[in-house]
Nanobody
Framework: QSNFVESGGGLVQPGGSLRLSCVLS????????IGWFRQAPGKEREGVSC????????WYADSVKGRLTISRDNAKNTVYLQMNSLKPEDTGTYYC???????????????????WGKGTLVTVSS
C-alpha cells in the first residue's frame, strides 16, 4: 500500500495564503474520497476537507468554509488544498488520507482512512 506525500507547508502571516499538495504514487479506484486532516499541537486530529473520486462532492469543516478550497487532478494523482485568509488557529500539521466511502472522510473516522502521509507543517503567525 502506497502512502500520500504532502508538501507546501510553511510559515505564513495571518491573512496570507498557502497551497498544499498531496501526491499518491498510484490512485486506486477503490477509494471514494481523499481528505485533508490537521492536528494542532496538543489537540486531536480533525477533518478539514474531503473530495470524492470524481470531484463531484466536497465537504469542509465549518471552521474553514469560505477560506479553503479542495481540488484534485487525477492525471497527476494529486489533491490540492488552497488556503486563503489564514488564521493562527489554522496552525498545525496537515495530512492526507483516503477512504473507500465518502462518509468515512466526512465523519473523520480515522480507523477507516488509509494511506496516511507524514504531513506538512503549516504555521500561521506574525
Amino acid at each position: 500500500q502506497s502512502n500520500f506525500v504532502e508538501s507546501g507547508g510553511g510559515l505564513v502571516q495571518p491573512g496570507g495564503s498557502l497551497r498544499l499538495s498531496c501526491v499518491l504514487s498510484e490512485f486506486t479506484f477503490e477509494y471514494d474520497a481523499i481528505g485533508w486532516f490537521r492536528q494542532a499541537p496538543g489537540k486531536e486530529r480533525e477533518g478539514v476537507s474531503c473530495i470524492s473520486s470524481s470531484a463531484g462532492r466536497t465537504w469542509y469543516a465549518d471552521s474553514v468554509k469560505g477560506r479553503l478550497t479542495i481540488s484534485r487532478d487525477n492525471a497527476k494523482n494529486t489533491v490540492y488544498l488552497q488556503m486563503n485568509s489564514l488564521k493562527p488557529e489554522d496552525t498545525g500539521t496537515y495530512y492526507c488520507a483516503a477512504s473507500r466511502a465518502f462518509s468515512h472522510c466526512v465523519l473523520s473516522e480515522d480507523y477507516e482512512m488509509e494511506s496516511w502521509g507524514k504531513g506538512t507543517l503549516v504555521t500561521v503567525s506574525s
